[in-house]
């Protein structure tokens, strides 16, 4: 081993000095550099694992509340559809009761007209009859006056009583 020593030129001082220039060196190196990249290392892996955990927390945040819309659509869509078919069918009730109300009128027009016609024709009737009559009457005094036979004239007047 001597021989080693000798033609490596190894000194045991050198050693000792170098190995805890090592030592040293570890132990700067240990609290310095790997102490705290350690532990900015398990704060950076706690900050991922936060995240993560909030990431999988919004996404079922996210997908709750995607359900509840969803939910609140199909309850609009349902309250909209029932507010249009009662809409609707209000409409037609109010459609129907406006063409009653105008099928009424119409018929009170019809009859008041028919009224009005009734009572024209009557008038007319009555009129004509008044006129006949004074035509008869005129005929009459005109036949009477060409005629001057009493019997004739009762058998006429007779006949003019009966058209009355």
Do not use: C
Not at 77 to 89: D, L, M, P, T, Y
Not at 90 to 106: C, H, M, S, Y
Not at 147 to 161: L, P
């Amino acid at each position: 081993m001597n021989s080693l020593i000798t033609t490596f030129h190894i000194d045991w001082k050198i050693i000792i000095a170098q190995a805890i220039n090592f030592g040293v060196v570890l132990a700067v190196l240990y609290f310095f550099a790997l102490k705290p990249l350690s532990k900015l290392m398990a704060e950076r892996q706690k900050r991922i694992e936060d995240g993560l955990d909030d990431a999988k927390q919004n996404a079922n945040l996210l997908a709750k509340t995607k359900k509840e819309y969803d939910d609140v659509i199909a309850k609009a869509r349902i309250e909209a559809h029932n507010v249009f078919q009662s809409g609707k069918k209000e409409a037609e009730e109010n459609k129907k009761n406006i063409l009653e109300k105008t099928q009424q009128e119409v018929e009170s027009m019809i009859a008041s007209g028919k009224k009005a016609l009734d009572a024209e024709k009557v008038k007319i009737v009555e009129e004509a009859k008044n006129e006949i009559v004074s035509l008869v009457v005129a005929a009459t005094e005109k036949l009477l006056e060409s005629h001057g036979d009493d019997s004739y004239d009762k058998n006429t007047i007779k006949r003019i009583e009966k058209i009355k």
